[in-house]
């Protein structure tokens, strides 16, 4: 009986953590550039002393479903949306290189390009500071062209090009600061063949209505596993009644 508890409890366990990844998938259903995580129910062997022959089974995050979100045009010179494969590389909180899909990008204050985040973005020789500009323009292959202040259009001059890369996306893994990184920890190649399309941003891929099926079955899977630790506890007060009354 202490053995169907075990069983029952550790399951409630892990549906508990698969619920966390539909919850954050459905929570960032309307964040630019975001990827739907991915999570399975994995087994692990049970260590300790005997034969090793149980398995318990774990919730875990299998990586991030890498299909492309919807575009949404917003007309915005800072906004731009990676085509096809690809990322744009930023400098992550810890200084390393990142990669966001995520290109409603910003100016701060002092002129620096940044993510919505505040990350700043990397181009030719690091982040990416802009002059005050009366026009910002963003081409598909990342350079950006400003009209200086107080100047006519005939003055537009290229200043910088944004990294854009296009690693293997099984060598990337997402990092607790919302970024993808390079498993190994090197920073991916610059890739020619990634462009942006300005004026568009890539919406999430979060598909709602599956992640809404998948939270109502891991809710009833989780009412299941409730039952059967109740089941054991009046299974166990009728034993308690029976050798009372003996």
């Not at 991915?38 to 062997?45: H, I, T």
């Not at 462009?195 to 009833?220: C, F, H, K, W």
């Not at 506890?233 to 003996?246: C, I, M, T």
């Amino acid at each position: 009986m202490d053995r169907s508890i075990y069983v029952a409890m550790t399951g409630a366990a892990q549906i508990l953590r698969a619920q966390d990844a539909v919850s954050n998938n459905l929570a960032n259903a309307s964040t630019v550039g975001f990827k739907s995580e991915l999570s399975a129910f994995q087994p692990v062997p049970v260590l300790g002393p005997g034969e090793a022959s149980r398995i318990n089974t774990v919730a875990q995050g299998v990586g991030e479903k890498m299909t492309e979100g919807p575009m949404i045009s917003t007309g915005r010179s800072l906004d731009v949306a990676v085509q096809g494969q690809g990322w744009i590389a930023v400098q992550a909180p810890d200084g390393s290189e990142a990669y966001t899909r995520a290109g409603n990008l910003q100016l701060t204050a002092d002129g620096q390009l940044t993510d919505a985040k505040g990350d700043p973005v990397i181009g030719n020789s690091g982040p990416i500071s802009l002059p005050d500009s009366q026009q910002i323009s963003i081409g598909s292959d990342g350079t950006i062209s400003t009209v200086p202040l107080g100047q006519g259009p005939n003055t537009m001059a290229t200043l910088d090009r944004i990294k854009l890369v296009d690693p293997d996306p099984s060598q990337m893994v997402l990092g607790p600061d919302g970024l993808m990184h390079m498993s190994n920890g090197n920073a991916a190649q610059a890739s020619d063949q990634v462009t942006l399309v300005s004026g568009q941003l890539e919406g999430s891929n979060v598909d709602p209505s599956s992640e809404l099926v998948r939270m109502i079955a891991l809710s009833r899977q989780y009412d299941m596993q409730m039952q059967s630790i109740k089941s054991a506890e009046n299974d166990a007060d009728s034993a308690n009644k029976l050798l009372q009354a003996n």
